[in-house]
């Protein structure tokens, strides 16, 4: 049971830096002004989140999408301090808790109920 919530960490935690680092790609681009030639690493990331979520070991792909919402507001939070340089807040965190224990309540609760 233990392996199977380290991996599917691993694999969330992997769709969602690539998620991230492919839509930052086109943020820089579209606001910040840059070369079309940033889409190309971006969209190449945005294909390996997808890839990455399919190898989510649940028994319906909306249920690996929700559950991967929690996983998403946490990196997303640590995407905004380790690479952008802004500080999350008292309410990020907060908001990023909750976020992650409905995540838990949808993975550990189908694990249990099935």
Do not use: H
């Amino acid at each position: 049971m233990i392996q199977f919530y380290s991996i599917t960490t691993a694999i969330y935690l992997g769709a969602a830096l690539a998620e991230i680092a492919g839509c930052f790609t086109f943020w820089v681009w579209l606001r910040q002004d840059k070369s079309g030639w940033w889409l190309i690493p971006g969209l190449l990331s945005l294909a390996l989140f997808a890839y990455l979520l399919t190898r989510i070991d649940v028994s319906a792909a909306g249920r690996a999408y929700a559950a991967y919402g929690g996983i998403y507001i946490v990196t997303s939070l640590g995407w905004l301090w380790l690479a952008e340089g802004v500080r999350p807040n008292g309410w990020d965190l907060t908001g990023a808790a909750l976020a992650i224990a409905g995540a838990l309540v949808i993975l550990v609760g189908t694990r249990v109920t099935q």
